[in-house]
């Protein structure tokens, strides 16, 4: 079968899978956790095939580092079925019901979204993680991995796939997809593929969004701000900054650009300097700057770097105001940060930075599912629409509308003979 | 300034108009409210203009109704704008709170969207309903309507500008486009505008829909279904066809292939032929329909028509278990109803048709945002994300989160220095 016709089949098998029971679908998830542990030898085993061929083919070490599998992250994909296993069914839930009239009553009610198209690079425990994200929340998934772990994810998929049928659940509601040709084929199936999450490197989500009409869940850019207002707690200032640029530099939600209200730079930016070249930070900042600290310098319209390494941009703003317009102009509005103890001009902030994520006196790697306690996470949306910022798996899901009449017709209402009374009822 | 300038400008502008208050955009749509009853004979006057034009150009009656801008027009849009002056301001609520860890506070806070762009044809009360919902949700909003209502539009657009202006909104949050060339040059500023509503025939917002990567919120078909089940109650099956089919046939809730059960076709069938004959409606079926009454012919792959007219489709299906792969197949997951007094297999039904709206025993029809009574309606959307089925309000609302933290960094996380307590705190 060719993907399209896979993709059409799924679309057609899904409301299968939607339902299932939510006991059912945690069945399936111990049963994949159970198997994964007992068959890891097995896994290592492809994964040392797979990191024999990366030495072989001279594959960069951060790739490399990617595509390991060895205990550790067993552990974790171990620990994220426990956890996800552990949270409430999200299918069914009734979100609102409501009596239109006498014996017609409307109810929203959560179900999955229907067939999600999973494309990765290097990451076989990424493959683990969102297969059971789309079987805890009774979804489909047309998965596919980059060539690089072609060894480890099939030996994974396997347990995977053997798990769920075991545990009852719809054989057809995942599939791995092997060739590289048909990520392209995947990325044309608009009718049929409801949602495309891709996890990798900015280019490759860019290149996804830019080549499919199927809606996209992530984001390419992570453009984070910490800007350091007049009434700044410098401690507090100088922690932050260092952790949001150093704790994780890979990371989407660390920081790239530090922002210092002028009043304050003289004073401030020194000091911070300091703190950052100590953790290792080299500075780049505009001519501004260069008469305060000693930074490499950059151009004005070089603000919308994403370095994703212990380099940072710096620039001076006048105040809150020029901050704001500052980071909604060059920011990728994903997470951005003000350090202020004045709480007006935080609310100011938090309330005109269009961003997913707004922070008051806090680090901007906080941005992610576990640390906001959504106890599973999807990814982290920069879209404005359906999900915003770290997605619990509630952003797997969509819903209907149930309506129960008892004969109900339209004309009757049209004409007067019948009228709505609208009376919210418990769910 | 070309669209993309006034996109641009519009989205960093954005921010002032979410940062109104709900008094202010109220007064707002007072404002407009009162404006258009003081100026309509002039709006009328520039109708006449248009509908003028429309008979010298040969324009369908059709499009000349949809026009036609006159005293009921203008009471339905005035009833909108008041309807929406009472619904509650969806801006700024907090949808979830969260004590993290003493002293870091999670709120997730809706918000509007930030830049709507909306094209629709020839209906000039779209328009005014477009812009108020726009303004009542703090979104800013391009427009762009038809020519063929230009003189109108440029009429009602001046009264609702000043009318902005004068409450005090940012006189940069509305702005009508002019041009033809314009829709084009707006479907590609998908950097700048979050969402385009498309308001027009099915071909219109076809054409939107494959022309753009900006998400576009609406549906372009509206296949319908209404099944008989074996265990209908016929009399309520045959007020509900009857309404489905011809209530308003142009509307996309409208119905327009009926199912009927095998075994209750011979004795259902002939009663129900007879009844849509009488309401004026022209059956075709495929050749196993032929066999009980008598209808046009038509082939098997011909059921995904959408007729808007007093036309419908007819075909027997085995069960339940046919019917739900049937509209699954041939539907546009917009809103099927199943008749049947039997409540597992409306539950069945409605658990396994992938559509926005199941109903059980109620017309098609009743999928409507007022009838759902959410007070205003954006639109009936057939995408799973976001927002779907009838749209009030909210979807025009995106949210964000806000954090207020005193100093917190996640290294002190990641360490084991400090653990999350994830507390939900009230609202």
Same mark, same amino acid.
């Given at each position: 079968?060719?993907?399209?016709e896979?993709?059409? *089949?799924?679309?057609?098998?899904?409301p /299968?899978?939607?339902?299932?029971?939510g006991?059912?679908?945690?069945?399936?998830?111990?049963?994949i956790?159970?198997?994964?542990?007992?068959?890891?030898?097995?896994?290592?085993?492809?994964?040392a095939?797979?990191?024999e061929?990366?030495?072989?083919?001279?594959?960069?070490q951060?790739?490399?580092?990617?595509?390991?599998?060895?205990?550790?992250?067993?552990?974790g994909?171990?620990? &994220?079925?426990?956890?996800?296993i552990n949270?409430?069914? %999200?299918?069914?839930?009734?979100?609102?019901?409501?009596?239109?009239?006498? &014996?017609l009553?409307?109810?929203?009610?959560?179900?999955?979204?229907?067939?999600?198209?999973v494309?990765?690079?290097?990451?076989?425990?990424a493959?683990? $993680?969102?297969? =059971?994200?789309?079987i805890?929340?009774?979804?489909?998934?047309?998965?596919?991995? &980059?060539?690089?772990?072609?060894?480890?994810?099939?030996?994974l998929?396997?347990?995977?796939?053997? *798990?769920?049928?075991?545990?009852?659940?719809? =054989?057809?509601?995942? #599939?791995?997809?092997?060739?590289?040709?048909?990520?392209?084929?995947?990325?044309?199936?608009? /009718?049929?593929?409801d949602?495309?999450?891709?996890?990798?490197?900015n280019?490759? +989500?860019?290149?996804?969004?830019?080549n499919?009409?199927? %809606?996209v869940?992530?984001?390419?850019?992570?453009?984070?701000h910490?800007?350091?207002d007049?009434?700044a707690?410098?401690?507090?200032?100088?922690?932050?900054?260092v952790?949001?640029?150093? $704790?994780? !530099?890979?990371?989407?939600?660390?920081?790239? !650009?530090?922002? @210092?209200?002028?009043?304050?730079?003289?004073?401030?930016l %020194?000091?911070?300097?300091?703190?950052?070249?100590?953790?290792?930070?080299?500075?780049?900042?505009?001519?501004?700057?260069?008469s305060f600290?000693?930074?490499e310098?950059m151009?004005?319209?070089?603000y919308?770097?994403e370095?994703?390494?212990l380099?940072?941009?710096?620039?001076? +703003?006048?105040?809150?105001?020029?901050?704001?317009?500052h980071?909604?102009?060059?920011? *990728?509005?994903? !997470?951005d940060?003000?350090?202020?103890?004045?709480?007006?001009?935080?609310?100011y902030?938090?309330?005109?930075?269009?961003s997913?994520?707004?922070?008051?006196?806090?680090? !901007?790697?906080?941005?992610?599912? #576990?640390?906001?306690?959504?106890?599973?996470?999807?990814?982290?949306?920069? =879209?404005?629409?359906?999900?915003?910022?770290?997605?619990?798996?509630?952003?797997?899901?969509?819903?209907?509308?149930?309506?129960?009449?008892?004969?109900?017709? @339209?004309?009757?209402?049209?004409?007067?003979?019948? $009228?709505?009374?609208?009376?919210?009822?418990?769910c």
């Amino acid at each position: 079968m060719t993907i399209k016709e896979t993709a059409r *089949s799924m679309k057609l098998a899904s409301p /299968k899978m939607a339902a299932t029971s939510g006991d059912d679908r945690n069945r399936a998830l111990k049963a994949i956790s159970d198997a994964l542990i007992k068959n890891k030898d097995e896994i290592f085993k492809a994964n040392a095939l797979d990191l024999e061929n990366a030495a072989k083919d001279n594959i960069s070490q951060a790739v490399v580092k990617r595509l390991k599998f060895d205990e550790g992250k067993l552990n974790g994909v171990i620990e &994220g079925i426990a956890n996800l296993i552990n949270l409430p069914d %999200p299918v069914g839930k009734i979100m609102m019901a409501r009596e239109l009239d006498e &014996g017609l009553t409307l109810k929203r009610v959560s179900c999955p979204i229907g067939v999600i198209g999973v494309i990765f690079e290097a990451r076989p425990d990424a493959l683990v $993680q969102i297969s =059971s994200l789309c079987i805890k929340s009774g979804n489909c998934a047309i998965l596919k991995g &980059g060539k690089e772990t072609v060894n480890t994810n099939t030996a994974l998929f396997e347990i995977i796939k053997n *798990s769920i049928v075991e545990a009852g659940l719809p =054989s057809d509601c995942l #599939f791995k997809a092997e060739q590289h040709n048909e990520i392209d084929e995947l990325l044309k199936c608009d /009718k049929d593929v409801d949602l495309l999450i891709p996890r990798g490197s900015n280019a490759f +989500v860019q290149y996804i969004m830019n080549n499919t009409k199927i %809606p996209v869940m992530g984001h390419a850019d992570g453009v984070c701000h910490v800007y350091v207002d007049k009434a700044a707690d410098y401690d507090k200032a100088i922690k932050i900054i260092v952790d949001a640029k150093t $704790q994780y !530099t890979a990371a989407c939600n660390a920081a790239e !650009t530090l922002l @210092v209200a002028k009043d304050i730079a003289s004073d401030f930016l %020194p000091k911070a300097a300091v703190a950052l070249k100590d953790a290792g930070v080299a500075l780049r900042g505009n001519a501004d700057v260069l008469s305060f600290v000693e930074v490499e310098e950059m151009g004005d319209d070089e603000y919308n770097k994403e370095y994703l390494d212990l380099i940072m941009s710096v620039k001076i +703003v006048d105040d809150v105001t020029e901050a704001v317009s500052h980071i909604n102009r060059f920011g *990728s509005h994903h !997470t951005d940060a003000i350090i202020t103890e004045d709480r007006d001009t935080a609310e100011y902030f938090m309330n005109m930075v269009d961003s997913a994520g707004v922070y008051q006196n806090a680090s !901007t790697r906080f941005a992610d599912g #576990f640390r906001y306690g959504f106890g599973a996470e999807v990814g982290i949306s920069t =879209s404005k629409l359906h999900a915003r910022g770290p997605v619990g798996l509630e952003g797997l899901m969509t819903y209907k509308y149930k309506l129960y009449g008892t004969g109900q017709i @339209v004309d009757d209402y049209a004409n007067g003979t019948a $009228q709505f009374h609208f009376r919210d009822i418990d769910c």
